[in-house]
């Protein structure tokens, strides 16, 4: 099994879900949370495990450090969804005014910026197969996207999106080319940094990317950045369990490789995932996509079957099925986007849709405490 970790980007706020910028006081009290350029909402980052138990308590113990907090400072709570849903998408709230980089981020993008989302981290020490890795996940980003889309409102409106998160994020570079190489990448990042497209190098913004501790020339990750905040831990650990089933594949078959294995050319196959990145940040398991390999149309949930049904073998034999099996559960009742575009469809508002969703998301994370601690995840 893969080492995997996450970067789980939320808002606070209150119950009624209005969003209230406190990353300020939460970073000063909090070991492991950090700051976003917008104080709306705060980062934290796990540990990278192996098992997908261990996984469940690192996504669970800082959320509920952070519940705890939220009430001492008054009567707030965390905030599902990856968008202001409610309101206040007109201005951006800083969190560190002295923060040059933070000006550059406000005055180029405002506050199509300010978005909570998850990024998966998945450990894969040789470069090159880690750079391949990226090349097919960034072709098959839109189901993991289609899977976690959680943000159709913006100030309490629809969109036309079921990921409004994706469809406005100003990915940069505009145009990020498949990587034949780690040498590859390290001169185009560095001619990015020269140009003054890329302002540093953590300042590439697309669905997936190499990750490491010194890049682009130590890389020993893949960042899938695509994902909307997906609030159930079980179902983002499942998301995590179709991606790990295809990495391994991918790990051991070289042929499985854009430039190798597909009807399209490189220049085509970056125009072919821009839209179907659109039509999942569109539709998402409903989206008609077009595959990498042949052209064929196909929809997402039904592309996202097929992964399943390949890595189910994969999933089991290392001892993890249980935890890719709620993706079932998301491709029959929809997604978080999709339920609450169903309520709304029916007459309830934005405002009622986002705090049942809290409401629930509070109790399913006590739910989940209640059955680690008495040694039984479900």
């Given at each position: 099994?893969l080492l995997?970790?996450f970067?789980v980007?939320?808002?606070?706020?209150?119950p009624?879900g209005d969003i209230v910028g406190?990353?300020d006081?939460i970073?000063a009290?909090?070991?492991?949370f950090v700051r976003e350029p917008?104080?709306r909402n705060?980062?934290?980052?796990?540990?990278?495990r192996?098992?997908y138990?261990?996984?469940?308590c690192?996504l669970?113990?800082p959320r509920l450090?952070?519940?705890?907090?939220l009430?001492?400072l008054g009567?707030?709570?965390l905030?599902p969804?990856?968008?202001l849903s409610?309101g206040?998408?007109?201005r951006?709230h800083?969190?560190d005014?002295?923060?040059?980089?933070?000006?550059?981020?406000?005055?180029?993008y405002?506050?199509?910026?300010?978005?909570?989302?998850i990024h998966?981290?998945?450990?894969i020490?040789?470069?090159?197969v880690?750079i391949?890795?990226?090349r097919?996940i960034?072709?098959?980003a839109?189901?993991?996207l289609?899977l976690?889309?959680?943000s159709?409102?913006?100030?309490?409106e629809?969109t036309g999106y079921?990921?409004?998160?994706?469809?406005?994020?100003?990915?940069?570079?505009t145009r990020?080319?498949?990587f034949?190489?780690?040498?590859?990448?390290?001169r185009?990042v560095?001619?990015?940094l020269?140009?003054?497209t890329?302002?540093?190098?953590?300042?590439l913004?697309?669905s997936v990317r190499?990750?490491?501790?010194?890049r682009?020339?130590?890389l020993?990750r893949?960042?899938?950045?695509?994902?909307?905040l997906?609030?159930?831990p079980i179902?983002?650990l499942?998301?995590?369990?179709?991606l790990?089933t295809?990495?391994?594949q991918?790990?051991?078959n070289p042929?499985?490789d854009?430039l190798?294995?597909?009807t399209?050319?490189?220049t085509e196959?970056?125009t072919?995932?821009a839209?179907?990145?659109?039509?999942?940040a569109?539709?998402s398991?409903d989206?008609?996509?077009i595959?990498?390999?042949?052209?064929r149309?196909?929809?997402?949930?039904?592309?996202i079957?097929?992964?399943?049904?390949?890595?189910?073998?994969i999933?089991?034999?290392?001892?993890f099925?249980?935890f890719l099996?709620?993706?079932?559960?998301i491709?029959?009742?929809?997604?978080e986007a999709q339920?609450w575009?169903?309520?709304y469809?029916?007459?309830?508002?934005?405002?009622?849709v986002?705090t049942?969703a809290?409401?629930?998301?509070?109790e399913?994370?006590?739910?989940l405490?209640?059955?680690?601690c008495s040694?039984?995840?479900s």
């Amino acid at each position: 099994m893969l080492l995997k970790g996450f970067e789980v980007e939320m808002y606070t706020g209150t119950p009624e879900g209005d969003i209230v910028g406190l990353s300020d006081k939460i970073t000063a009290s909090l070991d492991g949370f950090v700051r976003e350029p917008d104080s709306r909402n705060v980062e934290y980052t796990t540990q990278p495990r192996h098992g997908y138990e261990q996984l469940l308590c690192e996504l669970l113990r800082p959320r509920l450090a952070l519940r705890q907090y939220l009430q001492q400072l008054g009567n707030y709570t965390l905030i599902p969804g990856s968008t202001l849903s409610l309101g206040g998408s007109d201005r951006f709230h800083r969190s560190d005014p002295q923060n040059p980089y933070h000006d550059y981020i406000e005055q180029t993008y405002g506050t199509k910026v300010v978005t909570a989302s998850i990024h998966i981290n998945v450990g894969i020490a040789d470069p090159e197969v880690l750079i391949r890795a990226c090349r097919v996940i960034r072709m098959e980003a839109p189901l993991y996207l289609a899977l976690s889309a959680a943000s159709p409102f913006i100030d309490s409106e629809t969109t036309g999106y079921h990921s409004t998160r994706w469809g406005i994020f100003p990915q940069t570079p505009t145009r990020v080319p498949l990587f034949a190489s780690h040498g590859d990448h390290i001169r185009w990042v560095e001619e990015q940094l020269t140009a003054g497209t890329m302002q540093n190098v953590r300042h590439l913004w697309t669905s997936v990317r190499p990750n490491g501790d010194r890049r682009p020339y130590d890389l020993n990750r893949l960042e899938l950045r695509i994902c909307d905040l997906v609030t159930d831990p079980i179902s983002l650990l499942a998301i995590t369990a179709l991606l790990e089933t295809r990495l391994l594949q991918i790990i051991d078959n070289p042929q499985i490789d854009p430039l190798v294995d597909s009807t399209f050319s490189p220049t085509e196959l970056i125009t072919l995932c821009a839209n179907n990145e659109i039509a999942a940040a569109t539709s998402s398991l409903d989206a008609e996509l077009i595959h990498w390999q042949d052209g064929r149309k196909i929809l997402a949930r039904d592309w996202i079957q097929e992964l399943y049904t390949t890595g189910w073998a994969i999933a089991k034999q290392q001892g993890f099925s249980c935890f890719l099996s709620p993706l079932q559960k998301i491709l029959r009742e929809g997604n978080e986007a999709q339920q609450w575009l169903q309520l709304y469809g029916v007459g309830v508002s934005a405002r009622s849709v986002l705090t049942q969703a809290i409401n629930s998301i509070h109790e399913r994370e006590m739910e989940l405490e209640d059955k680690i601690c008495s040694g039984v995840v479900s």
